[in-house]
């Protein structure tokens, strides 16, 4: 019975531990959040002063429309961002599915821009958008004959700026689409496509009727992956733009993060963020179900 | 064997794809060159005098190449690298931080690499959580770090001083302790390891456990010393990836540790907003050596990613 007691102990023993690290790091400190949006309350005065106010700060989020438009922006930055990302990332996998002359190569240098740290990715950028930078330079022969001074501030002007910080995701993140796509296709099954040219179907038939139907599951994952990740943006915003010109570049990360810590507004931002999780939930739980459903669709192929 | 069929079907449809050919290389080479451009002005910028950072037109390599950025950051020349006294303040803490981030990555690393395979093969082997445990955890990993932070903030700087000094009659935070960023990130890379671990350890067969369970072996040194050492390179791929995700987490190092633990990134970003305009050869240097060990990391186990990425999505 020693022997039960101690096999027991050591199935249960980690996850036991695992679930404590996460309850008391992610549930107990969102139960006080919870709590600490309904007070009414800034940092500057202590915390047991604070006065009850209900629902107030919740209303005051709805009603703040940086709040929406922040989250409107983001939005439309992960939905532009992403798609260009996923096309690019399948052209270039796609390219380097068979072998080719330096593949091995390509393949070093296309992944390296995912091993860059967010933050220097920011940085870099923000050095090429300079008004007597590199971008700049490149344009001045175009420029030049129209009497434009080539010399453009960039991030100053709002659309060049959200151009510019997707242009940093897209930098960024094709490398991680076009990783996954990558190892899509090397696991793509030879055997397939064998019999389909021997049959005499057309490169093009085997692309749209064997191929991209195969890689669904793996194209799932991509788009739920990086629309997740590309939601949460928040480094490059600050590096870059800090979140201007105005408010042009105001991600809904970056929007909480203002109204906390530069604005100490606890309540407000408690309750911006408890809505905004809530928002989330919903995105987090149609990934998910995604996910599942490609993986249980696959096993019964596999099975059958 | 592979290799030879290949070339067959190849030569078939040769003379369709031969013009593709050159197209294909072409537009190869046009984006391998964007991907290099940031990487290569950063360390160009780097080895510029503080002349050349932002003259125009700018200089795509350096005239006169100096290291004077490098000995600013890491402060070896003192007095002669002509920076303001705020700056060379700046200056003393790059060793700092760079210890800090090893010590914090590696440490946390470390810790949820262990607990994340111990949970992972009892999941694995015993359906420990239940049916969809591995979904659920992953649901961890895609909360907005941003709604994570707001709630440890309070949690680190005013709940825990405030029943510590009501229970224990000392006021202990985490805020901006080494502890606390730690066990953030230990949290944070979890679901990570879990996920990953799980595809490993989903591959190695029962037998050979059994065989040790039947000739006496307990459960840990089956585990320790069966089916650890038949996963050692996935454990390997695994630390290296959460490492990396440490290195260069931001958000939640600039939010909860300010003035005490500070990391590269961090770092990074003071230089930015620096009183005297922005030293952009100094912060090219600190975004190289940020850059450097990740990067080296990145191709080392970059064979390991592209056979792991498809998560068992796809089967052979």
Redesign the interface.
């Known amino acids: 019975m020693a022997w039960l007691g101690?096999?027991r102990l050591?199935?249960?023993?980690?996850?036991i531990?695992?679930e404590a690290?996460?309850i008391t790091?992610?549930a107990?400190?969102?139960l006080?959040?919870i709590y600490?949006s309904l007070l009414h309350w800034r940092a500057n005065r202590p915390?047991e002063q604070a006065m009850f106010s209900g629902l107030v700060n919740f209303e005051a989020v709805l009603a703040d429309p940086e709040f929406w438009a922040a989250l409107g922006r983001t939005v439309s930055f992960a939905a532009i961002a992403v798609s260009i990302e996923l096309f690019?990332g399948f052209?270039?996998a796609m390219?380097?599915a068979?072998?080719?002359?330096g593949r091995r190569l390509?393949?070093?240098?296309?992944?390296?821009?995912?091993?860059?740290?967010?933050?220097?990715?920011g940085?870099?950028?923000s050095?090429?958008y300079?008004d007597?930078?590199?971008l700049?330079?490149m344009l001045?022969p175009v420029l030049q004959p129209f009497g434009i001074s080539p010399?453009i501030r960039w991030l100053s002007h709002p659309t060049a700026a959200q151009a510019a910080i997707i242009l940093a995701d897209v930098?960024q993140w094709t490398?991680l689409t076009f990783?996954?796509f990558?190892?899509?296709f090397?696991?793509?099954?030879?055997e397939l496509t064998?019999a389909a040219?021997v049959m005499g179907a057309s490169?093009w038939q085997i692309f749209w009727r064997i191929e991209l139907p195969?890689?669904k599951?793996?194209i799932v994952?991509a788009v739920v992956i990086r629309s997740?990740e590309a939601?949460?943006l928040?480094?490059p915003s600050?590096?870059l733009t800090f979140g201007g010109p105005g408010t042009a570049t105001q991600t809904?990360?970056f929007y909480?993060?203002r109204q906390?810590?530069q604005f100490n507004k606890?309540s407000f931002?408690?309750a911006a963020?408890i809505l905004?999780?809530l928002l989330?939930a919903v995105v987090?739980y149609g990934?998910?179900y995604l996910?599942?459903r490609?993986?249980t669709t696959?096993r019964h192929e596999?099975n059958g | 064997m592979m290799a030879v069929e290949l070339g067959h079907s190849q030569r078939s449809f040769r003379w369709r794809r031969r013009p593709f050919r050159y197209v294909r290389h072409v537009l190869l080479i046009i984006w391998a060159l964007f991907c290099l451009f940031p990487i290569f002005w950063m360390v160009s910028t780097s080895f510029k005098d503080a002349g050349e950072w932002i003259s125009w037109p700018p200089h795509w390599l350096p005239q006169d190449p100096t290291v004077l950025n490098y000995k600013q950051i890491f402060a070896f020349a003192g007095a002669d690298t002509g920076l303001s006294r705020s700056a060379t303040d700046h200056a003393f803490n790059i060793w700092k931080a760079l210890g800090d981030s090893l010590l914090v990555c590696t440490l946390s690393s470390l810790a949820a690499l262990m607990l994340g395979t111990w949970l992972a093969y009892c999941v694995s082997r015993f359906g420990v959580g239940g049916r969809n445990f591995r979904y659920a955890v992953l649901t961890i990993r895609m909360v907005p770090p941003i709604v994570i932070a707001i709630p440890i903030l309070i949690y680190y700087a005013i709940l825990l001083p405030y029943t510590t000094e009501h229970v224990l009659g000392r006021r202990i935070s985490l805020y901006d302790t080494y502890l606390g960023l730690g066990l953030l990130y230990t949290v944070t890379t979890l679901p990570f390891v879990i996920w990953m671990m799980l595809s490993f350890i989903d591959e190695v067969p029962f037998t050979l456990e059994h065989a040790a369970r039947l000739l006496g072996a307990s459960r840990f040194y089956t585990l320790g010393r069966v089916v650890l050492p038949l996963v050692a390179s996935g454990m390997v791929v695994t630390f290296l990836f959460i490492f990396i995700l440490n290195w260069s987490e931001f958000l939640l190092a600039l939010t909860l540790t300010q003035p005490g633990v500070s990391t590269l990134p961090v770092l990074l970003n003071k230089f930015q907003s620096a009183v005297e305009g922005r030293l952009y050869g100094p912060q090219a240097a600190i975004g190289t050596i940020i850059t450097l060990p990740v990067l080296i990391l990145g191709v080392l186990i970059q064979k390991h990613l592209i056979k792991g990425f498809s998560f068992g999505m796809i089967r052979k």
């Open positions: 101690r096999d050591f199935r249960l023993m980690p996850f531990m695992v690290l996460f790091l992610l107990l400190p969102f006080l959040t600490i915390f690019l052209c270039l390219l380097l068979k072998e080719t002359l390509y393949i070093t240098i296309f992944l390296g821009p995912m091993m860059v740290v967010p933050v220097v990715v940085y870099n950028f050095m090429i300079v007597s930078g590199p700049s330079q001045a010399r930098w490398s990783l996954i990558l190892s899509g090397s696991a793509l099954p030879q064998k040219q490169r195969l890689l599951p793996v994952i997740m939601l949460k928040f480094d600050v590096l809904i990360a909480l993060w906390v810590w606890f931002g408690a963020s905004l999780l989330f987090i990934g998910i996910l599942v490609e993986r696959l596999g």
